[in-house]
């Protein structure tokens, strides 16, 4: 085998490395990397002092389930999943980062075990996926991403890895 072929070959090997390794990794921070918290405790307009804590058991079971590519914009999303049973009324919820982007969910009904996902970047609605509209990337690594209910109250917190 000549000098070039082998090059190529190992830098087909490497891109084909490095493109599994990142598609594994993306579905596990998707799927596995949520963040369980018994507690949470209500911070009102970025004081840092508690108000409230939520108990889990008697509180709506919703969660942030993961936020995928920080600090890309093109691939930011924050994935919203309902735990609960019935319905959970999305209308006029709040996802919020610490840094005061607020993102306001449109008219949206999640059922058991239904997601939805919040993209950063400008695009069209749909029933999983919801588009914020903005020009750059949202969140970083060690950011609490929050959600608050139509009525302001904390419902959850997710650290973004």
Not at 107 to 121: D, E, M, R
Not at 141 to 151: H, K, T, V
């Amino acid at each position: 085998m000549d000098r070039r072929k082998l090059v190529y070959y190992l830098l087909l090997n490497v891109f084909i490395s490095a493109t599994v390794t990142g598609g594994i990794l993306f579905w596990y921070d998707r799927n596995y990397r949520a963040v369980s918290q018994p507690a949470i405790q209500q911070v009102v307009s970025g004081d840092t002092e508690p108000v409230s804590t939520l108990n889990p058991q008697t509180d709506v079971a919703v969660k942030i389930s993961s936020v995928v590519g920080a600090g890309t914009l093109g691939s930011e999303i924050v994935v919203v999943k309902f735990e609960g049973e019935g319905q959970l009324d999305l209308a006029s919820w709040q996802l919020k980062d610490e840094d005061g982007n607020t993102f306001k969910f449109p008219k949206l009904t999640l059922y058991p075990n239904g997601a939805v996902q919040i993209h950063t970047v400008t695009g069209t609605d749909t029933v999983i996926d919801l588009y914020w509209g903005i020009g750059e990337a949202v969140w970083s690594s060690g950011e609490n991403a929050r959600l608050f209910d139509a009525q302001g109250n904390l419902r959850a917190v997710y650290r973004v890895p």
